[in-house]
């Protein structure tokens, strides 16, 4: 309960984070905690219970989520923002991307930072300066818009060859209209700032041109025509149906009747984009096939790495890891620890249903 | 009898087939996977599934009277039926499986017999009307028409 609501009607806020924090650090076998003190503010703690990771288990998490933009390495980014740790927050995503960051706690440290360093490399590679609306300051900002604009004219060499964007950093987009159209904010971003915004706005900022990605609209067809599929199933009706529903989308399928197939024709190198999976199988299950896959993935990407093996005619895969997904009848059986235990990626209902079918083919194709 | 009068028994007897639980929105899915690259799609699948359900039949017919019978193989026998019968939408023979498997846990020889000769009957039964139904779709063929695209 919190002492006086001004502070939700100054920052914003429904009142129910900490119920909502209490209730996720409970769910993690935890205790949460504050020390509270009028007129200084407060600090909240909490503990929680971890598992040990599998070894290499992050290398997969990361290898699904690292969206891999290699036109970002190198590039630099501002962050103003007065309150430190939302900064060091917002510098953490960015990382993420590997950009270099540098925050400063106001506009006009900022443009002090800009004229000392305008003629070094530091500011060669700024791409984006993110403000936050708490630090905004109208004054400063039409000082700042036309210091980032003299950065790129003065001759300094540049591989962005355009001034640094301005980007917004606040809680609805209403707010800050105005300002986007006076032409000094280039780019606004809710907050809590997420990986996919920080993404859009520094492809702007690089002038990315591949509108497509972004506008057209994507089917279970342009998800899956021309790839090649492995259906894994003991059941020939359900092989036979599965192929008809995959092939009608375009995809070049191929069918196996056991996991003892299955590793054989997943053994890398191979030609598959992935790989459907049955989970109740006679001698060896979906689980254990997938589990000896992962198993020879792993080995293949060991050697690879140290040299022994040269990629050659997989050079197009930097490193192996067929999307695995269970079909199943028992959902309940699919969400069981032990799919992503045993390395599957995802798993769909069986017989396919076509909104799930392409929403869980989507994660692995893309979307267009 | 002419075509038009053909087609009309097709989308009555189609739909009486839904109306009736025969069959199920999966059987829409496969009739939609059908097209001119996969003209005979339906009818292949269909008759898998004769043959492996009869297949099936048997060996719980087998399993069932065994002198000690082994209930996780009857089991699997009816799990192998549940999910062929799902995947073609044959929702009778589905949905008899699902307390056939209970039977089993149970390990009731009893209750798992009469559930032999329930899903039994659901097959023949489903087994004629799909028969019959494609049947129909020769008679129209044969007499020149297209076959109905019933939703």
């Given at each position: 309960m919190q002492a006086d609501s001004s502070t939700s009607r100054t920052y914003?806020?429904?009142?129910?984070g900490l119920s909502i924090s209490k209730r996720l650090v409970d769910l993690m076998g935890g205790e949460i905690g504050f020390f509270s003190e009028p007129g200084r503010g407060s600090t909240f703690s909490f503990t929680a219970a971890f598992t040990r990771g599998e070894e290499g288990s992050l290398e997969h998490k990361w290898k699904q989520y690292d969206p891999a933009f290699p036109e970002f390495r190198g590039l630099r980014a501002l962050v103003i923002d007065d309150k430190s740790i939302r900064a060091v927050v917002t510098k953490y995503h960015l990382q993420r991307l590997g950009i270099c960051v540098n925050i400063t706690s106001t506009m006009h440290s900022a443009c002090s930072y800009l004229s000392n360093y305008s003629n070094t490399s530091a500011l060669e590679h700024l791409a984006v300066v993110f403000v936050d609306q708490d630090s905004w300051d109208k004054e400063t900002s039409l000082t700042l818009s036309n210091m980032l604009k003299e950065l790129r004219t003065n001759g300094s060499t540049t591989t962005l060859g355009k001034p640094p964007k301005i980007c917004l950093l606040c809680m609805?987009?209403?707010?800050?209209d105005d300002l986007k159209s006076a032409g000094i904010v280039d780019h606004v971003l809710t907050k809590p700032v997420r990986l996919s915004g920080l993404i859009t706005c520094f492809q702007e900022a690089i002038g990315y041109q591949n509108k497509k990605r972004v506008t057209q609209p994507s089917t279970l067809g342009s998800l899956l025509t021309g790839k090649h599929i492995l259906v894994v199933d003991d059941n020939n009706v359900n092989r036979r149906v599965a192929e008809g529903a995959l092939k009608k989308y375009g995809a070049i399928v191929t069918c196996v009747d056991s996991g003892k197939a299955a590793l054989t024709h997943l053994n890398p190198p191979h030609n598959f984009d992935a790989c459907f999976m049955d989970l109740q199988m006679p001698e060896m299950d979906g689980f254990e096939a997938t589990r000896q896959i992962r198993n020879l993935e792993n080995k293949y990407n060991e050697k690879v790495d140290s040299g022994a093996?040269?990629?050659?005619?997989?050079?197009?895969?930097a490193h192996w890891h067929t999307p695995i997904l269970a079909m199943t009848a028992d959902v309940i059986q699919a969400t069981n620890e032990e799919c992503m235990k045993c390395g599957m990626d995802d798993y769909v209902s069986k017989p396919f249903e076509k909104g799930q079918l392409y929403s869980t083919v989507a994660r692995f194709f893309g979307s267009g | 009898m002419e075509v038009g009068q053909l087609q009309r028994s097709f989308v009555e007897y189609m739909a009486s087939l839904f109306r009736e639980g025969f069959l199920d929105a999966q059987f829409s899915q496969l009739q939609q996977l059908?097209?001119?690259?996969?003209?005979?799609f339906v009818v292949e699948v269909v008759s898998l599934f004769f043959e492996d359900s009869e297949r099936l039949l048997n060996d719980l017919t087998m399993a069932l009277d065994?002198?000690?019978?082994?209930f996780k193989q009857v089991d699997a026998h009816v799990h192998q039926l549940k999910g062929s019968s799902s995947s073609v939408g044959a929702q009778r023979v589905k949905n008899c499986c699902v307390p056939f498997r209970n039977c089993c846990e149970e390990q009731n020889i009893e209750t798992c017999l009469r559930c032999l000769q329930q899903i039994k009957q659901e097959y023949l039964l489903v087994k004629n009307k799909l028969q019959t139904l494609f049947e129909l779709e020769q008679q129209i063929v044969a007499a020149g028409g297209a076959i109905p695209m019933v939703q």
């Amino acid at each position: 309960m919190q002492a006086d609501s001004s502070t939700s009607r100054t920052y914003g806020g429904t009142g129910i984070g900490l119920s909502i924090s209490k209730r996720l650090v409970d769910l993690m076998g935890g205790e949460i905690g504050f020390f509270s003190e009028p007129g200084r503010g407060s600090t909240f703690s909490f503990t929680a219970a971890f598992t040990r990771g599998e070894e290499g288990s992050l290398e997969h998490k990361w290898k699904q989520y690292d969206p891999a933009f290699p036109e970002f390495r190198g590039l630099r980014a501002l962050v103003i923002d007065d309150k430190s740790i939302r900064a060091v927050v917002t510098k953490y995503h960015l990382q993420r991307l590997g950009i270099c960051v540098n925050i400063t706690s106001t506009m006009h440290s900022a443009c002090s930072y800009l004229s000392n360093y305008s003629n070094t490399s530091a500011l060669e590679h700024l791409a984006v300066v993110f403000v936050d609306q708490d630090s905004w300051d109208k004054e400063t900002s039409l000082t700042l818009s036309n210091m980032l604009k003299e950065l790129r004219t003065n001759g300094s060499t540049t591989t962005l060859g355009k001034p640094p964007k301005i980007c917004l950093l606040c809680m609805s987009f209403m707010e800050k209209d105005d300002l986007k159209s006076a032409g000094i904010v280039d780019h606004v971003l809710t907050k809590p700032v997420r990986l996919s915004g920080l993404i859009t706005c520094f492809q702007e900022a690089i002038g990315y041109q591949n509108k497509k990605r972004v506008t057209q609209p994507s089917t279970l067809g342009s998800l899956l025509t021309g790839k090649h599929i492995l259906v894994v199933d003991d059941n020939n009706v359900n092989r036979r149906v599965a192929e008809g529903a995959l092939k009608k989308y375009g995809a070049i399928v191929t069918c196996v009747d056991s996991g003892k197939a299955a590793l054989t024709h997943l053994n890398p190198p191979h030609n598959f984009d992935a790989c459907f999976m049955d989970l109740q199988m006679p001698e060896m299950d979906g689980f254990e096939a997938t589990r000896q896959i992962r198993n020879l993935e792993n080995k293949y990407n060991e050697k690879v790495d140290s040299g022994a093996l040269l990629p050659g005619m997989s050079a197009r895969v930097a490193h192996w890891h067929t999307p695995i997904l269970a079909m199943t009848a028992d959902v309940i059986q699919a969400t069981n620890e032990e799919c992503m235990k045993c390395g599957m990626d995802d798993y769909v209902s069986k017989p396919f249903e076509k909104g799930q079918l392409y929403s869980t083919v989507a994660r692995f194709f893309g979307s267009g | 009898m002419e075509v038009g009068q053909l087609q009309r028994s097709f989308v009555e007897y189609m739909a009486s087939l839904f109306r009736e639980g025969f069959l199920d929105a999966q059987f829409s899915q496969l009739q939609q996977l059908q097209d001119d690259s996969n003209p005979d799609f339906v009818v292949e699948v269909v008759s898998l599934f004769f043959e492996d359900s009869e297949r099936l039949l048997n060996d719980l017919t087998m399993a069932l009277d065994q002198p000690n019978v082994d209930f996780k193989q009857v089991d699997a026998h009816v799990h192998q039926l549940k999910g062929s019968s799902s995947s073609v939408g044959a929702q009778r023979v589905k949905n008899c499986c699902v307390p056939f498997r209970n039977c089993c846990e149970e390990q009731n020889i009893e209750t798992c017999l009469r559930c032999l000769q329930q899903i039994k009957q659901e097959y023949l039964l489903v087994k004629n009307k799909l028969q019959t139904l494609f049947e129909l779709e020769q008679q129209i063929v044969a007499a020149g028409g297209a076959i109905p695209m019933v939703q």
